[in-house]
């Protein structure tokens, strides 16, 4: 942990509003005006695109930047294979899916010295990362700042969900703080640095190979709801002018790469475009839901979507359960039981969550692969049967959840893990026959 860390992201400023065409400069003249690219850059600079999307894809999904850097991208040394780690990515077939209900404990703490790169570990995931389709989960828990090197994902875009301890994630196009209830998105290539706020952070990441994120249509629900646009927070550029070595590892394909630059590629001065990183707060998620009777499905707490070719059918969703409260009348208030075509991957922020009474504790997850039935334990059953149906306000908790339209294939080290909990199905023991004709 860096104190300058700290007191750097406490004097954040920010861009406001998803999907936005935005523009920022970290010096006065450094963007050029009414062209992109001309004969000279400004200040002596290299004009640069980013594509995040192909340039053909219709401009509603069309994600770019123009980048204005003290050295072009291109003036590398050759990259060469590194170690995974505990990294892994799709096709999964390491192992198969199982259609158990699996849970996890928190990721056991990390050796000392070890970065967010470093403290990556894989749970699993589908599709295939070549093929650009498909998703998969990683955990990460980290104790010391990543120095002198900085990492790109060209596989997909990171979503990160910090469980515990804050993360100053310093990118191309500037400086996002990620705390516990915060989500961050790295786009595609992007390149960023994670330092801690904290002694240590742990937390998730969304790995997404698939059509970037973007937010759902609201239908029904009209203008407004869900979440806003514009409480998703873009960087102000932030560049660094560094000559000393730098390790760049690129995420290519699945495997990681390697290779040392003579100066910072974090150079950028000046930026323009909507392929860029943000940071969300999920408190500030409108939350919907029923003022009559029953539960509604979990897609009305959607976050964020990852389109498929199938319209409605989520590559991935990402969805927030955030404080609100609950009124429904002669309704069983906590989710119902159900089996899903969908698969569910579940994490918690802090608290407790209304649909399991224990087991399920902060820095944990549960997988409810496509078609497993779940729902609430016995003891959660119980209660919410027998209990008084006043307005209750549920805010002791954050959880969350990735759902994705295909199963997902626990990774060997996730399946035979130490922290897999054995006996999970036990939590729905006891729930008793009432049947009366």
Known sequence: MSEQARKTAEALEYLTGFGNEHSSEAVPGALPIGRNSPQRAPLGLYAEQLSGSAFTEPRTHNRRSWLYRIRPSAAHPPFTRIDNGALRSAPFTESVADPNRLRWNPLPEPAPGTDFLSGLWTLGGNGDAAQRAGMAIHLYAANADMTDRVFSDSDGELLIVPERGGLLLRTELGLLAARPGDMALIPRGVRFRVELLDADARGYVCENYG????????????????????????????????????????????????????????????????????????????????????????????????????????????????????????????????RNVMSEYMGLIEGAYDAKAEGFVPGGGSLHNMMSAHGPDHETFERASAAELKPQKIDDGLAFMFETRWPITATAQAAGADHLQHGYDDVWQGLQRHFRA
């Open 211 to 338: 059509q970037p994120f973007e937010l759902p249509n609201l239908g029904p629900i009209g203008a407004n709801g869900l979440a806003a646009a514009r409480d998703f927070q873009a960087p102000v550029a932030a560049y660094e002018d560094s000559e000393r070595p730098t390790e760049v590892i690129n995420k290519f394909c699945g495997n990681l790469w390697s290779a040392t630059y003579d100066h910072s590629p974090l150079d950028v001065v000046a930026w323009h475009g909507s392929h860029v990183p943000y940071v969300y707060d999920m408190r500030r998620f409108n939350v919907l839901g029923s003022i009559s009777y029953d539960h509604p499905d979990p897609s009305i707490f959607t976050v964020l979507t990852s389109p498929s070719d199938t319209p409605g059918l989520a590559g991935v969703d990402f969805v927030v359960f955030a404080p609100r409260w609950l009124v429904g009348e002669d309704t069983f208030r906590p989710p119902y039981f159900h």
